[in-house]
């Protein structure tokens, strides 16, 4: 196991959507580091995909669950109470969307509404309680630049992380005496299959100009790595960040704070 100065506060983790982009950084990263890790995904893994990943199923699970489906989240939630129990939850899952108020559909927003946000709290809705119940946890929401800044043709996109950010903090605020800690990261750019593929379907042929023009939107000058993510990720779930919570960490190379 690579040598890590942090240790995270349970092993016990549940990471929506962690079977890939920056999801499945978080998924391999805390597995290496002896976290028990239960993975909630539309779609799970194969057998193939998970040894070309490195993963040992014997601390690793793939659930195949739909997270707006708000029964069978506490169902399984519960279910794992009893045979693992439950210390940390990131909520990673999440779908973009492309257009501005005019350009969105009411059935576009829906869909952002229920994945994005509704997915997340029906996630914190059931952990919370057996976090209460044993007076500690940690819940790590996956917001984005987004939610504090403009950004062209997001509107739907937009709406949804300042959801995740509003929500950290009321989570952070309400369970602070229950020794529930809860933070929330915002990245920009990150450098995913979804990027690969939102620019051949986008810009088909021209695919190399736009993703230099995509990373230099990015004051550091490129878009960050998913590993890069997973790491911040690591330490707000360790027990050397005890004495952080109600927080959103902008990890944006720049974006938010620094002029071009």
Not at 222 to 228: F, Q
């Given at each position: 196991m690579p040598h890590n100065p942090f240790q995270l506060s349970s092993p016990f983790t549940i990471i929506t959507g962690g079977c890939s982009g920056i999801g499945l950084s978080i998924t391999k990263l805390f597995h290496d580091q002896g976290a028990i890790v239960d993975v909630f995904d539309l779609q799970k893994p194969t057998p193939e995909q998970i040894a070309e990943w490195g993963l040992n199923d014997s601390t690793i699970a793939f659930h195949e669950i739909d997270i707006t489906d708000q029964k069978r989240v506490k169902e399984l939630v519960s279910l794992l109470s009893i045979e693992r129990g439950i210390g940390l939850l990131i909520n990673n899952a999440g779908i973009a969307h492309v257009g501005n108020a005019v350009t969105t559909s009411s059935a576009d927003l829906d869909r952002i509404y229920q994945v994005n946000v509704k997915g997340a709290y029906n996630c914190m809705h059931a952990v919370l309680p057996f976090m209460q119940e044993q007076e500690q946890g940690v819940i790590l929401n996956m917001a984005s630049i987004a939610a504090t800044v403009g950004i062209s043709e997001r509107f739907a996109y937009s709406m949804s992380k300042g959801a995740i950010l509003s929500m950290t903090l009321s989570v952070a605020r309400d369970f602070i005496k229950k020794g529930i800690r809860c933070n929330c990261i915002s990245p920009a750019r990150v450098h995913t299959p979804f990027v690969d593929g939102f620019l051949k379907k986008h810009y088909g042929g021209q695919e190399k100009e736009m993703f230099e023009k995509l990373s230099l939107s990015q004051p550091i000058g490129?878009?960050?790595?998913?590993?890069?993510?997973?790491?911040?990720?690591?330490?707000?779930?360790?027990?050397?960040?005890?004495?952080?919570?109600?927080?959103?960490?902008?990890?944006?190379?720049?974006?938010?704070?620094?002029n071009n």
């Open positions: 490129r878009m960050g790595t998913p590993e890069e993510i997973a790491h911040l990720a690591f330490y707000l779930c360790s027990k050397q960040a005890a004495f952080i919570t109600g927080c959103d960490y902008a990890i944006d190379g720049g974006f938010t704070r620094i």
